[in-house]
């Protein structure tokens, strides 16, 4: 593996220190959007073209945030062959909490046991959908600081977005991510490159401690959105043109100078205005822009527009986005795959949009690109910042191995059960009457689980919550091993129909994990 050195490393700074592995999971079963607009009797193309969403992916009470994030790390592990030993720091981001004390971190550490480490630093970190890549800022610092040890970080970052009955309902769904950090890597973090806006407003909150569901300010959230995407890229330019003089140019940045740029997306829709935003934003920037010939076409009404006037102006949002339709198409629709057919996973979000336009792309169309990332967490907290793709896209790569590894993506998408609306529905009001209770065992199906999957088999009368894992070879025993304690274990048969096998996973064998 790329990024691999001896424990005992302590030469200069890491070279290209970036994301070397990514793996992604998603629920194996889901809801139709415009199914869900006739269940919901709202008109049609409500969620379908007003959100831009297709299809919704849920949990069933059998997952939730430790058994998403014990899934997408197993898996990562297992395709890329590495040893728990090469791990010395793990951090969970999510905002899915089922414990105000112990961390989804400590949870993780039981796959661990077997190689005997637990000297890894990192744990749990917090904020709406930005906790993910807090987390993984704070992995690439850790592998670019004294600190480090030589060995890999990873970074999760997971969640289940759900939303109570109504008109936020149809902008959930679930998921987990797991990000391998260190030198070498094939998608390098530009140093230096990030704005980042912070600020204080509720705009999206969960103060209920007892129940799943979000307290939420639409309007406001996509005001908030909208200014810190303004703010993060008017500090990303401004220190890459600090960067450029540096260098001897006096260049001025603008979104040409982005191969590719990926966006958090709480809906589809929105990561389409989202990126017509920036085009406005290099549109009041530019000091003398063609409106004749060229993107700016015909856009020369909007010159003297005040940006903090325009977050709900129907005619510039229209204009810009026609404007920018063929920046979106070439640099930003591919990674809405996930997103389209998944929904909002929170703060795995912009990391599935990123795993998507990887999918979709040959490595020699990534190589030498460099792709912006906005990540945005309510609350609220933003940043932008740049990857730069490495050049080496020849055979057996780092470059060609990440794009090979996440080819899957249409295929595992493809291999989910479809669910109508009102079991979906069902689903809902289950979770809603069963969430944080004690001496409970989940009456979700095992047998819809993808191979692979970690899940829920009971929590007991002190919410200590154990899982068991479907195995990845269905040619395995259909047997699931549950632990009650660190000291005893006991066999329990659960019945596993054959479903279809996971494409690129390496079958091993049923192992469980208590919590």
């Not at 970036?18 to 269940?39: H, M, N, R, W």
């Not at 090469?86 to 949870?107: F, M, N, P, Q, Y």
């Not at 909002?344 to 990534?366: E, F, K």
Request: hydrophobic share 35%; charged share 20%; net charge negative.
């Amino acid at each position: 593996m790329p990024g691999s050195a001896p424990v005992s490393y302590l030469g200069p700074w890491p070279k290209d220190v970036g994301i070397i592995a990514l793996e992604l999971y998603f629920p194996s079963q889901y809801v139709d959007q415009t199914e869900l607009e006739e269940f919901d009797g709202v008109p049609a193309g409500k969620y379908t073209v007003g959100l831009g969403q297709a299809r919704m992916g849920f949990c069933s009470d059998r997952e939730d945030i430790n058994s998403l994030c014990l899934t997408v790390v197993q898996r990562l592990m297992e395709k890329n062959a590495l040893s728990y030993n090469s791990i010395g720091r793990l951090e969970v981001g999510t905002e899915t909490i089922i414990d105000k004390s112990k961390s989804v971190k400590t949870a993780l550490m039981q796959l661990f046991e077997n190689s005997g480490n637990t000297d890894v630093e990192g744990i749990d970190t917090t904020n709406a959908c930005y906790g993910g890549t807090a987390a993984l800022f704070n992995a690439v610092n850790w592998v670019e600081s004294s600190s480090w040890d030589g060995r890999y970080a990873l970074v999760v970052a997971g969640d289940i977005a759900v939303y109570a009955t109504g008109s936020a309902r149809p902008t959930g769904g679930a998921g987990a991510v797991a990000i391998l950090i260190g030198p070498n890597a094939p998608l390098a973090f530009e140093r230096g490159l990030r704005g980042t806006h912070m600020q204080h407003a509720y705009d999206f909150y969960k103060p209920d401690m007892v129940s799943e569901y979000p307290v939420v300010d639409g309007k406001l959230s996509i005001q908030c959105y909208l200014s810190a995407l303004d703010r993060c890229y008017s500090v990303y330019r401004n220190k890459i043109h600090a960067q450029w003089q540096r260098e001897g140019s006096d260049k001025s940045f603008s979104l040409e100078d982005f191969g590719f740029l990926v966006f958090h997306s709480p809906y589809c829709k929105l990561v389409q205005k989202s990126l017509a935003r920036l085009m406005l934003n290099d549109f009041l920037n530019h000091p003398s822009p063609n409106t004749e010939t060229g993107p700016f076409t015909g856009l020369e009404a909007f010159r003297d527009v005040q940006p903090e006037d325009t977050y709900f102006d129907r005619d510039v949002e229209k204009a810009f986005m026609k404007a920018s339709t063929d920046m979106f198409e070439r640099k930003t629709k591919a990674s809405l795959l996930i997103s389209n057919q998944n929904g909002n996973m929170y703060t795995p979000s912009v990391y599935g949009c990123l795993a998507s336009l990887i999918a979709q792309h040959t490595p020699s169309q990534m190589a030498g690109q460099r792709i912006g990332v906005f990540s945005y967490g309510s609350g609220f907290a933003a940043t932008l910042y740049s990857l730069r793709v490495t050049q080496d896209h020849i055979p057996g790569s780092s470059l060609d191995k990440l794009v090979l590894s996440l080819s899957d993506l249409k295929t595992r998408l493809d291999l989910r059960k479809k669910v109508s609306p009102a079991l979906f529905s069902e689903n809902m009001k289950l979770r809603e009457d069963t969430h944080h209770l004690a001496n409970y065992v989940p009456q979700g199906s095992v047998e819809d689980l993808f191979p692979g999957t970690w899940y829920l088999t009971r929590v007991d009368d002190k919410h200590r919550r154990e899982y068991a894992r479907r195995p990845l070879d269905d040619d395995l025993p259909a047997e699931s091993e549950r632990v009650r304690s660190s000291s005893a274990t006991e066999h329990i048969p659960s019945p596993v129909k054959k479903m279809p096998r996971m494409p690129a996973a390496t079958a091993g064998s049923e192992r469980a994990v208590s919590n």
